[in-house]
C-alpha cells in the first residue's frame, strides 16, 4: 500500500483527524484531501482564502510549504502532524 | 449457641497471619504480585482497615441489598418507564452497562489478588467482601439490561463489549487492564481504591442514582444506590496502604501511582460521566453541570484526602481543571460524528435552549464548541445528513485510547504530542498521558490504537466498513444513530423560518 496516514490538525476542528496520502501527492492536493475530511463537517469554509499547510510546532510558527512540492520532496512520513489553515492569498 | 459481640474476637480474626514453614515467605508472596516496595511484614501488620464487619454481618446486609435491587426491579418491570424515557436516558444506561458490567468482573478479580496476595492479612480481610462485591455488581449489571434486550439489542452490549475491539473497549480495557489486572496487590489497591474509587466513582455513584430517581428511572436509582454503599466500604482499602508506604519511606512512589491512575481513569469518567450529565440526561432534569459536579464533590474532596495523607495534589493539576471544560464536550461531538461506531444512540442534544444552558454553564461554549454544532447544524437544516458523518478516523492516543481532540473554534486546541521510543513514534492527547507512557515504557509500547492496528493490517479490509465490523458494530447489535432522530435541529428550523 502507497498510502499513508497524515495527522490533519485542521483549523478551528475539534479532531486531529486521520488523512491518506502518498508520496506523490502535492502539499496543495494534501491540503484538499485534508479539507476534504474537515471543511464542511466540522469546520466552516472561508470563502476567499486559500489553504497552507505546515508542520505542526509547538509554537505555531514553521514556514509553510510550497503547495507545488510533493509530499515526499516536503520529507512528510507517516504519523507526521500538519496544520492546515486558511490564509489570504496575497499573504 | 451464644454469639461473642463482634469487637470481642475481630482482632484475632483478622489478624490472623502465620509464618510458613515449607515454603519462604517470598515465595508465598512474590513481590511481583504481593509487595514489589519491600515494607516489612511487621508494618503491613499494622494496617487498619476503617470499615470493621464480620463475614455474618457483611452476608445479612448483602442479602438485604440484593433483595431490595432485585424485588424493586421486579415491581416496576412491567412499568411503562422504558417506553416513555426517551433516547438520551437509555443512552446514560447502554454506555454505563456496556463499559461497566464485565469491568465489575475484572474488579473481583482484581481483589481477589489482594484477597491472596496482599501483604496485610486485614488487607487479606477486608478484600474478600470487595471481591463478593465485585461479583454481586458484575451480576447485577448483567442481568439488569438482560432483560432490556429483547427491547433494544444494543443493551446485549453488557454481555459482548468486552469481547469485541470497540474502540471505546479497547480504551476501558487499556486502562483497566493497566491499573487493576496487571499490577501488584499494592500498587493496585493505591491506584483502584483510591484514585479511582475514593477519588472518583463513590462520588459518581451518588449523582447518578439521583439523576436516575429525578428522571424516574427507580430501578437503576435502587441498583446503583446498592452498589454505591459496597464500593463506599472497599473503597476503604486504600488509604492505610498508602499511609504506610508514605511512613516507609515509599512516597515517592505511592504519589506517582496516584497521578498515574486518577489521569487513566479521569479521561474515562469524564466520558462515562461527564457526557450523560451534560447531553444525555434531558434538560428539565439535570440539576448539576458536570463542571459543577466535578468542583463540588471531587475536586476538593480528593485534594483534601491527599493531602491528609502527606501526598500532594497530582502535577498536572492546572490540566485536568481545563480539562473539565474541555474533555467531554470535544467526545460529546467526536462520538456523535462517529456514532454508527458505538453502541448506544446519542443524541446530538444542541437545541438552541439546549445551547443556552451550555453556554451558562460553560462561557465561551457556543463561541468554540457551538461553530462545531453550527456546520453540522447546518448540514442537517439543508438536508446534508451524509456530510455530518466524517470518511476518515481521528487520531487515537496511544495511552487512553480516545480521539485527540480539543477546543475547537478559535482557540484551535487540538494537538498530537509525539514521543519516539525504540523506533516506534506514538501519539499522545495530553502531557499526562504522554507522562505516562515515559513512567514505564516496556509496560505500553506494544500496544496499538485502533488506527494502528488498520495500518499495520490487522484490520481487513482496511476501510471504515472494515472498521465497523472489526469493532463489533453490525456483529453484536447495530451501531449508533441520532438518538433524538435530529428533532434537536427543529428550534434552529424555527428560528430561520422567523
Redo the contacts between chains.
Keep these: 500500500m502507497d498510502n499513508f496516514p497524515i495527522l490533519s490538525r485542521f483549523q478551528h476542528d475539534c479532531h486531529v483527524k486521520v488523512v491518506d496520502t502518498q508520496a506523490s501527492d502535492t502539499i496543495a492536493e494534501l491540503a484538499a484531501a485534508c479539507a476534504h475530511q474537515s471543511v464542511g463537517v466540522h469546520v466552516k469554509d472561508q470563502p476567499g482564502k486559500i489553504l497552507r499547510v505546515r508542520p505542526t510546532t509547538d509554537d505555531d510558527n514553521a514556514e509553510p510549504f510550497s503547495p507545488d512540492i510533493t509530499v515526499k520532496d516536503a520529507g512528510l512520513a507517516m504519523y507526521d502532524c500538519i496544520d492546515v489553515y486558511f490564509t489570504d492569498p496575497q499573504s | 449457641m451464644a454469639l461473642l459481640d463482634r469487637h470481642e474476637w475481630y482482632d484475632i480474626a483478622r489478624d490472623t497471619n502465620w509464618t510458613p514453614g515449607y515454603v519462604s515467605r517470598e515465595e508465598l508472596f512474590p513481590p511481583e504480585l504481593s509487595d514489589p516496595y519491600g515494607i516489612p511484614v511487621e508494618e503491613w501488620e499494622t494496617f487498619d482497615e476503617p470499615y470493621k464487619v464480620s463475614y455474618r454481618e457483611y452476608v445479612k446486609i448483602q442479602r438485604e441489598k440484593d433483595s431490595s435491587a432485585y424485588s424493586v426491579k421486579a415491581a416496576l418491570s412491567r412499568s411503562k418507564f422504558h417506553d416513555e424515557a426517551g433516547e438520551g436516558w437509555a443512552s446514560v444506561l447502554k454506555l454505563h452497562y456496556g463499559s461497566v458490567a464485565l469491568t465489575e468482573y475484572q474488579a473481583c478479580q482484581f481483589q481477589a489478588r489482594m484477597v491472596r496476595f496482599g501483604p496485610s492479612p486485614s488487607m487479606r480481610n477486608m478484600a474478600t467482601f470487595g471481591m463478593l462485591d465485585e461479583l454481586r455488581h458484575a451480576q447485577l449489571q448483567l442481568f439488569f439490561p438482560h432483560e432490556l434486550v429483547h427491547r433494544d439489542r444494543q443493551y446485549d452490549w453488557a454481555h459482548e463489549a468486552a469481547h469485541t475491539n470497540n474502540w471505546a473497549v479497547v480504551g476501558g480495557r487499556h486502562a483497566f487492564d493497566d491499573i487493576m489486572m496487571c499490577r501488584d496487590a499494592i500498587t493496585g489497591t493505591l491506584m483502584v481504591s483510591f484514585a479511582f474509587e475514593t477519588g472518583l466513582t463513590n462520588l459518581q455513584m451518588i449523582g447518578l442514582s439521583t439523576d436516575a430517581a429525578n428522571v424516574g428511572d427507580f430501578t437503576f436509582a435502587n441498583l446503583i444506590t446498592s452498589i454505591q454503599s459496597d464500593e463506599a466500604r472497599h473503597a476503604q482499602l486504600g488509604t492505610p496502604s498508602i499511609e504506610i508506604m508514605v511512613r516507609n519511606g515509599r512516597k515517592k512512589e505511592a504519589q506517582q501511582i496516584l497521578d498515574i491512575a486518577f489521569w487513566r481513569m479521569w479521561r474515562l469518567f469524564s466520558i462515562t460521566v461527564g457526557i450523560p450529565m451534560d447531553y444525555y440526561i434531558p434538560l428539565e432534569q439535570r440539576h448539576l453541570s458536570f463542571k459543577e459536579f466535578m468542583y463540588e464533590w471531587v475536586n476538593r474532596q480528593y485534594v483534601r484526602q491527599v493531602e491528609d495523607i502527606g501526598l500532594e495534589r497530582p502535577w498536572y493539576w492546572d490540566e485536568f481543571l481545563d480539562d473539565i471544560e474541555n474533555h467531554h464536550h ?1 467526545q460529546q ?2 462520538i456523535w ?1 462517529w456514532r454508527p461506531t458505538v453502541w448506544w444512540n446519542p443524541p446530538g442534544a444542541v437545541s438552541p435552549e439546549e445551547r443556552q444552558w451550555l453556554e451558562e454553564k460553560y462561557p465561551g461554549w457556543n463561541a468554540s ?1 457551538g ?2 454544532w ?3 447544524t447546518d ?1 442537517l437544516l439543508a438536508g446534508r445528513e451524509e ?2 458523518h ?6 487515537i492516543c496511544n495511552m487512553c485510547q480516545i ?8 482557540p ?1 486546541k ?3 504530542l ?1 514521543h519516539e521510543h525504540e523506533g516506534r ?1 506514538y ?1 499522545f492527547c495530553t502531557e499526562p498521558c504522554r507522562w505516562i507512557f515515559t513512567t514505564d515504557p516496556d509496560r505500553y509500547k506494544d500496544h496499538e490504537s485502533i ?1 494502528d492496528r488498520l ?1 499495520s493490517g490487522e484490520i481487513q479490509p ?1 476501510t471504515l466498513d472494515g472498521v465497523l465490523a472489526y469493532m463489533g458494530i453490525g456483529v453484536v447489535s447495530e451501531g449508533g444513530h441520532d438518538g433524538a432522530d435530529y428533532s434537536w435541529i427543529e428550534g434552529f428550523r424555527a428560528q430561520a423560518a422567523e
Design positions: 470535544c461531538g467526536g460524528s464548541y461553530t462545531y453550527d456546520v453540522i448540514n456530510k455530518t466524517p470518511e476518515c478516523l481521528p487520531i480521539p485527540i481532540s480539543n477546543r475547537p473554534g478559535e484551535w487540538a494537538r498530537v509525539q513514534r501519539n488506527v495500518y482496511p
